[in-house]
């Protein structure tokens, strides 16, 4: 083996480290809102979160990049530490398909159909197909597929890199002395620990020992404590990323470190106790790529099946590597709102801001809830938790802004662009419906501060007005995180319904003045009440728009003027919504003070 087949080696190890990158990136965005709702099932269920794991690293092809997500989604406080477990142990089993697929280089037959079923022979072809899908194809998924075959070529095209550079080693009596220090489990061990922590890619130290197995000089006796070695390996991705993460996230790390170290430490020497007494024939024996992949698929199997029962044992555990100190017992540890471990993983990023931001807009409207309420029956403890949530409320806007465009500068599914369009518009009126909050409540803070209140009539058609908004809320925000277009189309008759009642109070009003039934002081307050739920009643139906516009592909502004002079629907929703609220409204009467 000379200078230039190393040349290749390395050259070989770059295009499969490059594929598997380009094909896990086209898979995550295919997988897309696939894979958000996958995540949302998470349960304590250890088979569930087990056959999930396993699904989401067989659906991305990385191991560590779930892991890195689930160190993500912990230091952000959506996933708890009891429900990574199970996933963890699932992506062990999950990735043992790469090593299936990369056993094909091996096959040889003069069949055919069997040749066929070699890299070399069909990933051109693949490679080809997806090039023009890339090129011709005018949907983003579409080119997804694409970049998922050439990134699939391309690794297979270094697996064979890799074997064709390793070839000559088959009759290099150097080669031969070296595999002689591998006869050491521990050496064995070790090495593959530390070159696939290097690499940082379980997958390409496989595909690497699977591509030194076709020499023809790699045992079984060798293979086997390289593989638990490289599954010792691949933990240093987790380690490295909960770096500068909580204490929780830290403990996901620890939690993959000791389910390869316990799996290693339990089987490798029980295996040579029972070699020891049974003498296994096959321990001697030539290991091909396809005898790679099995080794390291029971490896995992049996690994997963004995530490799966002991899911809380190996919790407790890391909870004694990983200790809290006193002032974390004392205080609830402080968790990141949006993590940026999770970007590499951009549907998963996608849908942790958009549960973030059902959590702001859940907080903005109870403050709009509490301060409606203030109106009719004051209290100081919840006008000081409005003003709790609006300082809330500004740090979820700021955060988010900052994060969503962060998410938008990746390639991005269609679909996922679009929630994050939805995202991006909305997050500014659920704020300004917050600060309509406070405004709401200052207002109730001054009829208390300066012992007044509205006449019956007043507070009635107050009341009635307020009954309206509520309703108009609900539908938005319910239409927004439902992600409901049938919700967002009831939105916009309502908020007309609510222009109508506004004028008609302040003409009730005007009247109330001319009559002396109300003074001038009250009449400030109670037109800045109407302008505030007038303002709400708009961010609602702007809510409603966003989603109609975004999902329709219609201009809101064009919808919205024929919506309401042709559409039989829209007019009979309004005249329905309008018979309701001006039956509870009532006939004014001027004289009632």
């Not at 992506?91 to 070399?120: H, Q, R």
């Not at 222009?499 to 001038?520: G, P």
Request: charged content about 20%.
């Amino acid at each position: 083996m000379d200078i230039f087949s190393v040349i290749t080696l390395l050259g070989g190890l770059a295009f499969f480290l490059y594929g598997m990158n380009v094909m896990s990136s086209g898979l995550e965005k295919l997988a897309g809102s696939k894979l958000e709702v996958v995540l949302k099932k998470v349960t304590s269920n250890k088979f569930k979160s087990l056959a999930l794991g396993a699904g989401i690293t067989i659906a991305i092809q990385s191991s560590s990049a779930l892991t890195v997500m689930l160190v993500g989604l912990v230091n952000s406080g959506i996933m708890s530490l009891s429900q990574t477990i199970g996933v963890l142990m699932g992506s062990n089993v999950g990735t043992t398909l790469t090593a299936w697929i990369l056993s094909l280089s091996g096959i040889e037959s003069d069949n055919v159909f069997m040749k066929m079923l070699k890299p070399e022979s069909f990933s051109p072809i693949i490679a080809l197909i997806g090039v023009i899908m890339i090129m011709v194809a005018k949907h983003n998924r579409t080119k997804d597929i694409g970049r998922i075959m050439v990134g699939f070529s391309v690794l297979m095209t270094g697996m064979t890199m890799m074997s064709d550079a390793v070839s000559p080693l088959a009759d290099s009596p150097k080669f031969s002395s070296l595999l002689t220090a591998f006869q050491n489990p521990i050496m064995g061990v070790l090495v593959g620990a530390v070159f696939t922590g290097v690499i940082q890619s379980s997958a390409a130290s496989v595909g690497i020992l699977q591509s030194l197995s076709l020499t023809g000089q790699i045992t079984y006796g060798m293979a086997i404590p390289i593989i638990m070695g490289q599954n010792i390996g691949t933990c240093v991705t987790a380690l490295i990323s909960s770096i500068g993460a909580n204490r929780s996230a830290k403990r996901v790390a620890v939690v993959h470190i000791c389910f390869n170290c316990f799996g290693t430490l339990l089987f490798l020497p029980l295996f040579y106790l029972l070699h020891w007494i049974v003498d296994f024939a096959f321990v001697d024996m030539i290991i091909d790529p396809a005898g790679v992949a099995l080794t390291h698929t029971i490896f995992n199997l049996l690994t997963t099946a004995v530490l799966l029962p002991f899911t809380k044992q190996i919790e407790k555990l890391t909870c004694l590597f990983v200790k809290d100190d006193k002032k974390e017992k004392k205080e609830k540890e402080k968790r990141a709102l949006l993590d940026e471990r999770l970007l590499a993983t951009p549907a998963v990023a996608i849908e942790a801001c958009r549960s973030v931001t059902i959590g702001m807009a859940e907080l903005s409207k109870k403050s709009l809830q509490l301060s409606v309420g203030l109106l009719f029956d004051y209290n100081e403890s919840i006008a000081g938790k409005i003003q709790k949530n609006e300082k809330r409320i500004d740090k979820y806007e700021d955060k988010l802004n900052a994060y969503l465009v962060q998410i938008s500068k990746h390639s991005i599914a269609s679909n996922d662009n679009r929630t994050v369009s939805k995202m991006l518009h909305c997050i500014g009126n659920f704020e300004r419906i917050g600060d309509h909050a406070i405004n709401i409540m200052e207002s109730a803070h001054e009829l208390h501060a300066k012992g007044i209140c509205f006449s019956n009539d007043a507070a009635k058609e107050l009341q009635t007005l307020c009954d309206a908004l509520l309703e108009i809320l609900g539908l938005a925000y319910q239409a927004f995180e439902k992600d409901d277009l049938e919700i967002a189309h009831q939105v916009e008759p309502l908020e007309e319904v609510i222009d109508t009642l506004n004028v008609e109070l302040k003409n009730r009003h005007i009247k109330r003045l001319q009559n002396d039934a109300c003074t001038v002081e009250l009449g400030y307050i109670y037109q800045d009440l109407l302008t505030n739920i007038e303002r709400v009643s708009d961010h609602c139906s702007n809510i409603a728009g966003i989603l109609i516009e975004i999902d329709e592909q219609k201009n809101i502004h064009k919808y919205l003027y024929k919506l309401k002079e042709d559409d039989v629907n829209f007019q009979a929703s309004f005249h329905e919504y309008l018979d309701q609220y001006y039956l509870e409204l009532g006939q004014p009467d001027c004289k009632d003070a």
